[in-house]
């Protein structure tokens, strides 16, 4: 008897089908992703990728509040969409840098937007915690196109108030809430997030 050698043309029709198949299968996984990943970095406003990595940098910054209550240059002093205070550096040791150190965020406008109102969100370090808490050091642009920027204090959580001053309150607040809101592509997107000072407080 003869053995067969070779595919039979079924089973070559088999094979192509499901080759057709996975390939198709990974066209769609490629485009979805591609058109998610086009979404979330359009041309026009803020990357999600950059707003998440700001609010939590605000959020983690002011967790590692430095306070002293017979101080005067540590302070924690912030309004609604300002804020300046003591913050610890955890990578001090590392970097050979001052373990405390003054941090500022707050809003700038943008000159050269094409829409009104956009600002930059901006981070203002001071290796220097001096007796002038609001100059020198450096400004970072953190994010770009931001349409506001909110803060609010709370001691309790009960109550919450747009200003606070530690000079005058001989303390800081327990909790601060986090506002951001950004333009993303063609829409403006918020995004929050909570804070709770005083884990360094002394």
């Known amino acids: 008897m003869k053995r067969r050698k070779g595919f039979t043309l079924i089973e070559l029709s088999i094979v192509i089908m499901m080759l057709s198949t996975i390939f ?8 979805t992703s591609h058109e998610i990943s086009r979404k979330n970095s359009s041309k026009k406003g803020a990357n ?3 707003i998440l990595y700001a609010i939590e940098n605000i959020r983690s910054s002011i967790t590692r509040t430095y306070y002293i209550d017979n101080q005067r240059r540590v302070l924690f002093v912030g309004k609604a969409d300002r804020l300046v205070f003591s913050s610890s550096n955890p990578n001090a040791e590392e970097e050979d840098s001052a373990s405390v150190r003054e941090v500022s965020f707050y809003l700038r406008k943008m ?5 009104e109102d956009m600002n930059y969100l901006i981070r203002r370090e001071d290796e220097m915690v001096d007796s002038f808490p ?22 309790r959580g009960d109550k919450w ?38 884990i360094l407080f002394k």
Do not use: C
Not at 24 to 31: K, N, Q
Not at 164 to 174: A, G, L
């Open 24 to 31: 198709i299968m990974l066209f769609l996984v490629f485009y």
């Open 48 to 50: 999600r990728r950059d």
């Open 111 to 115: 000159e050269d937007s094409k829409m």
């Open 134 to 155: 609001t100059q020198g050091g450096v400004e970072h642009i953190f994010l770009e196109n931001v349409k506001s920027f909110q803060l609010k204090y709370s001691e």
């Open 161 to 198: 108030v747009d200003e606070w001053n530690s000079r005058t309150s001989k303390k800081i607040p327990r909790l601060v809430r986090i506002e951001i809101v950004s333009l993303v592509g063609n829409s403006f997107l918020k995004y929050e997030s909570l804070a709770h000072p005083a």
